[in-house]
């Protein structure tokens, strides 16, 4: 009889998480981003190659004008130091929910390093200064520079 039990058990667990899987998959299936990432790198490239401070105040006024209610308020925004992969940086989050985030990154440093694999999209956009990236696969570096975008 305990067999029985522990077969029911487990069929029961097995059963809610496969439909939680399938609600999950549903849900990211039919979910609507906020963002748009070629609107995004668009603004970005406007103010690309400009001072670094000024760009950045630019962008975050222009973004609460074209998503309004989704970008932290100045009172909330800060910068942070990040030193991760052995990367080394400040970044400051302008929005995050479950599905997607929103930062500025930068560095005043020469630095360079494994930020991750992911499953995520991930798009940038250089505003000002360069990014050297070594793209899985290829046995050679590329050099971005203001105005550019990259995917990863």
Known sequence: MSFIKTTV??????AVCV????MLRN?????????????VAKLAKQ??????EQAFSKVVVELRKRYPGHILPDEDLQWVFVNAGGWMGSMCLLHAS??????LFGTA????GHSGRYWAEISDTIISGTF???KEGTTKSEMYYPGNGLTG
Do not use: N
């Open 9 to 14: 058990k487990l069929l029961g667990v097995c």
């Open 19 to 22: 439909l939680v899987v399938l």
């Open 27 to 39: 849900w990211m299936a039919a979910k609507q981003y906020v963002f748009s990432k070629e609107d």
């Open 47 to 52: 103010y690309a190659g400009q001072d670094h």
């Open 98 to 103: 479950l599905t997607e985030y929103l930062l």
């Open 109 to 112: 440093v020469d630095t360079g």
């Open 132 to 134: 050297r990236q070594w």
